[in-house]
């Protein structure tokens, strides 16, 4: 495991702080924060690194009023994606802005991981020698030894594992959610796409025994969560590790039969390794949801052979086909590149063809980067960036019409939906509150005349948030309850169910979920003793309690 070890300066042109505080203690609690930037598996990832943070004695910074995340703490940690081309600025521009804090913040550190951590390695200090750690995606257990030895040291540590030291389920979690966690069932990519490099990031695949990713499905269950989301570079290659092909068809069966789980979601699927007991398993399944992310990446089949992609248009529209026959509901999502290097315009018109004949509910659109370390960086015949621009603005103009048609298929039709955490930016002002519905639509539904969207999120002022109220209103709908309503109106990327207001459909059904929050939230704002093991801020050096994940909002 190579480590290296360099000074750690202060922001350019500014003296170095003086001796940091001590190492955590009882009395004098040092706080943090990880700032994510990235996939599913970064905010995963980032929730076991708060984990092993609260297992060491520290403690997260709190929230602003408004709910949003503290901006700095004793500790910062960057976790790091390398996907896109601006990924080193985003890194970049969040440690510019950390510099002149630190200035300030005697003992302060910062630390940078995941997959530009992992590629970039020593540079990361080179051009940024206020950073305190680097560590990688193969070492997320070595966060807190790395930081008490650069604090004591008072020098920059680097260290980046080649391969996995310990799988990253196996650590202590902080989960962010109550009533939805992330599972991973498996790390790293076996797949050799010329555009990615994940593979070389995350390493090749290792796969989790079932008995294993079951055992902790249950231990969310357990704790009050009713939504899993079962997370993989390619879920559908889950078992090749332990010679089992059909593992991941039966491991959705196995999910199903987990009484009190109501929701069940994964991600993401490829293609080329998508069979149909995979399908038949998620329509014979109920809390298999009816959602399905397919990453087409591109409609020419000539593209898709430069991308490396084990599959053409044909096979891609018939396996939407065969989805749709027996879930003739299901939303279907997708990733699409523009641009790859060699794309001519009869290339992008194929694509543009597959996505119309897709019918996708929303896309991932993105103009191709070049990695350096992917072929496809060498390849002669890059697209020049106006003619990228020009095409990725028909595309994305395509898929907004087709996404506001299919949302506005679902006017008219009663959804349950997952109350969230988090509010849409209008909900206050508009008396409305935001969730899921099964297929994983965004739906904003209004309440009731006479009921205001509460303020705080999360709770921290219990006497005022109605939510925490022992005589709760009956009408009044907390993070983890379900919500049935009708869809009164449709936008390209939400839905708007505002049933309540006209007498229509609104029922509220409380679940354990709900009150797994409420315990939550009444613990943080210190009104019981017990934290109900949702992530709760344990004492020093006392174990981390199984939470809940959930996205964090960009």
Same mark, same amino acid.
């Given at each position: ?44 990832? #980032? ?26 703490? =004793? ?15 985003? $890194? ?5 802005? /950390? ?18 951590? @992992?590629? =970039? ?32 040291? @008072? ?15 196996? $650590? ?45 499905? @249950?231990?969310? &269950? ?10 993989? @570079?390619? &879920? ?24 009190? /789980? ?25 809390? &298999?949801?009816?959602? $399905? ?7 020419? +089949? ?26 003739? +509901? ?16 009869? +290339?992008?018109?194929?694509? %543009? ?25 060498? %390849? ?14 028909? %595309? ?21 939906? %997952? ?7 209008? !909900?206050?002002?508009?008396?409305? $509150? ?28 219990? !006497? &005022?948030?109605?939510? /925490? ?58 009104? +019981? ?24 909002? #960009?």
């Amino acid at each position: 495991m190579p480590t290296t070890t360099a000074p750690t300066a202060a922001p350019t042109s500014v003296p170095s702080p003086g001796p940091a505080p001590a190492a955590p203690s009882t009395t004098v609690l040092r706080t943090y924060v990880v700032r994510t930037l990235g996939c599913q598996m970064n905010v995963h990832d #980032s929730e076991h690194m708060a984990g092993m943070l609260e297992q060491a004695g520290y403690v997260p910074a709190a929230r602003a009023a408004d709910g949003s995340e503290p901006a700095v703490a =004793d500790i910062v940690v960057i976790n790091t994606c390398a996907v896109r081309e601006n990924a080193a600025g985003k $890194l970049y521009g969040n440690l510019g802005q /950390l510099a002149s804090i630190k200035r300030d913040w005697p003992g302060m550190q910062i630390a940078v991981g995941g997959c530009l951590a @992992q590629k =970039d390695r020593e540079g990361i200090v080179e051009r940024a020698p206020w950073v305190d750690v680097v560590f990688g995606t193969h070492n997320l257990d070595a966060l807190p030894v790395l930081l008490e030895r650069a604090r004591h040291n @008072q020098r920059a540590e680097v260290e980046i594992a080649e391969s996995l030291q310990v799988f990253p389920s196996t $650590l202590p979690t902080r989960r962010e959610s109550v009533y939805a966690g992330w599972v991973s069932i498996s790390v790293g990519c076996n797949n050799t796409c010329t555009f990615c490099i994940v593979p070389s990031l995350r390493g090749k695949e290792r796969d989790r025994r079932p008995g294993e990713i079951l055992a902790e499905v @249950q231990a969310l &269950v357990d704790a009050g969560a009713i939504e899993v989301t079962l997370l993989g @570079q390619n &879920v559908n290659s889950y078992g090749a590790e332990f010679g089992d092909r059909g593992a991941f068809a039966k491991l959705l069966r196995a999910c199903g039969a987990i009484e009190g /789980l109501e929701r069940v979601r994964f991600t993401s699927p490829h293609p080329a390794a998508f069979t149909d007991d995979v399908i038949d398993a998620m329509a014979a399944t109920p809390t &298999v949801m009816p959602q $399905l992310h397919m990453p087409l990446q591109s409609g020419s +089949d000539r593209v898709l052979r430069a991308m490396r992609r084990s599959y053409r248009s044909e096979r891609f529209l018939g396996i939407l086909d065969r989805v749709r026959a027996l879930m003739p +509901d299901a939303a279907i999502t997708t990733d699409i590149i523009v641009g790859f290097p060699g794309e001519t315009e009869e +290339d992008f018109a194929e694509t %543009l063809r597959v996505v119309e004949l897709s019918r996708f509910a929303s896309a991932y659109t993105f103009q191709y980067s070049p990695r350096p370390g992917t072929p496809a960086a060498d %390849l002669a015949d890059q697209v020049p960036k106006a003619v990228v621009q020009e095409r990725y603005e028909r %595309l994305d103009a395509l898929q907004e019409r087709i996404s506001l048609e299919e949302n506005a298929a679902q006017v008219g039709r009663t959804v349950e939906v %997952l109350i969230a955490e988090e509010s849409g930016r209008k !909900d206050r002002a508009s008396h409305r $509150l935001s969730g899921r519905a099964a297929d994983n639509r965004l739906v904003h539904l209004a309440l009731p005349d006479g009921l205001v969207a509460p303020d705080l999120e999360p709770a921290s002022v219990p !006497d &005022v948030d109605p939510r /925490l109220a022992v005589d709760l209103d009956p009408r009044l709908p907390r993070p983890g309850d379900l919500v049935t309503v009708e869809v009164t109106h449709a936008a390209p990327h939400h839905l708007v169910a505002d049933s309540a207001r006209s007498g229509g459909v609104y029922q509220v059904r409380r679940t354990r979920a709900g009150d797994a929050w409420v315990a939550r939230a009444r613990a943080r704002a210190g009104q +019981d003793d017990v934290e109900h093991g949702h992530g709760a801020n344990p004492a020093p050096g006392a174990p981390v309690a199984l939470g809940f994940p959930g996205l964090r909002r #960009s």
